[in-house]
């Protein structure tokens, strides 16, 4: 069974930080990308950064400067700094791995951020 359990969630107030992690077991962690997602308005999810296994690293312009994602595949986790947090970063934030072909998703956390 492929589990991804986050944590790290919480409330902040605006120009906080928060650290999220997310622990992956049931996956051949080190060869699948590893991904942070967030529910968006219509309750997509869109990408909020990933990690490829070579250590290649994607972030959505929206939070260039202000998260930073790091793995650790002799752990197995994979994390999210979140830095200089504002109201609009507020939403449900999700693992996930990824390699071709498949997706897989934790259950969420949610993030606040008040003004």
């Known amino acids: 069974q492929v589990q991804l359990v986050e944590s790290g969630g919480g409330l902040v107030q605006a120009g906080g930080s928060l650290r999220l992690s997310c622990a992956a077991s049931?996956?051949?962690?080190?060869?699948?990308?590893m991904a942070w997602y967030r529910q968006g308005p219509g309750k997509q999810r869109d990408l909020v950064a990933l990690?490829?296994?070579?250590?290649?690293?994607n972030y959505a312009d929206s939070v260039k400067g202000r998260f930073t994602i790091s793995r650790d595949n002799a752990k197995n986790t994979v994390s999210l700094q979140m830095n200089s947090l504002k109201p609009e970063d507020t939403t449900v934030y999700y693992c996930?791995?990824?390699?071709?072909?498949?997706?897989?998703w934790g259950s969420g956390t949610q993030v606040t951020v008040s003004s």
């Open positions: 990690i490829r296994s070579g250590g290649r690293i």
């Open positions: 049931g996956i051949s962690f080190s060869i699948n990308a």
């Open positions: 996930a791995a990824e390699r071709v072909g498949l997706r897989y």
